[in-house]
């Protein structure tokens, strides 16, 4: 059946369409168009192969030459709040799944074999330009570093304090002398102490007194009020509490920057985090709250 014309010779709508109708074409043709630019829970596509992660989408692709992850909330909340995660995606993820769950963005990078240098501070840098300027994702992560991740977490938040929101450490290294170098009560790691000399350029007579330890670079964080919570073992052997949480602690609190430790009775390296992530997703989400 052939359509009816709904113009006549002037291209004016007939009036024998209701009054109505006509009004509503009227509106359609007159409006103008609005297009939305795209945020990262509207389809910004990230590159790379995608597959499920405790439900959500995660997407899996290189950047700066390094392996990558950002797992994707249902739907982003207001903000595009995401967490930063270093070294060991996926372990214990109670937490990052929480925070999917409240509409956070959940990234990753590969540095662990970097031990929180400064080449892997600088690429942390630009990766978070990338996410924050392609992506539209939060100027100030939340951060969270398991064990070697401590390194480049707290490194990292000390050249960039203006860029955090708050900290989460487990069972963190914050001094390269205690793990991988074994100088004090820890284990230690051989093979990786050479190759951490080897990524600071310093030798061994050098790491000595050299500052480059998250313990001897806290007065920038605590200047700018970086809230940071450790979640450790009290047995730990491999990363003692003595020569790492507890040194980061003393002179945190010495400088004024607020901290908060959860120190699991008779627990060692494992298990990380705790089977109820609530008290450290309460932590993160009320460092947000207490934003200026």
Known sequence: MKRPDMTDATGRIPYRFPRLLRCLLLILVCSPVVVQAQSPDSGTPFPGTVDSFHGFDRHTFQFDGARCFVVRPERAAEGTPWIWRARFFGHEPQVDVALLKRGFHVAYIDVGGLFGAPVAVKRWNRFYEHLTNQYGFAEQPVL?????????????????????????????????????????????????????????????????????????????????????????????????????????????????????????????????????????????????????
């Open 144 to 292: 969270e570093g398991m064990s070697r991740g401590g390194l480049i977490v707290l490194n990292w938040a000390a050249a960039n304090p203006e860029r955090v929101a708050a900290i989460y450490i487990d069972a963190p290294v914050c001094d390269i002398r205690s793990w991988p170098g074994g100088k004090g009560d820890g284990k230690g790691s051989p093979r990786d102490w050479q190759a951490c000399l080897k990524v600071y350029g310093l030798t061994e007579a050098e790491s000595e007194s050299a500052a480059v330890s998250p313990i001897d670079r806290l007065e920038p964080l605590a200047k700018a009020k970086v809230p940071i919570l450790s979640v450790c073992g009290d047995a730990d052997v491999v990363v003692p509490m003595a020569e790492n949480t507890d040194v980061v602690r003393r002179r945190y609190e010495q400088l004024g920057g607020p901290i908060r430790v959860i120190a699991k009775p008779g627990v060692g390296h494992h298990p990380h985090s705790l089977k109820d992530p609530a008290p450290i997703v309460e932590f993160l989400l009320e460092a947000m709250r207490s934003e200026p």
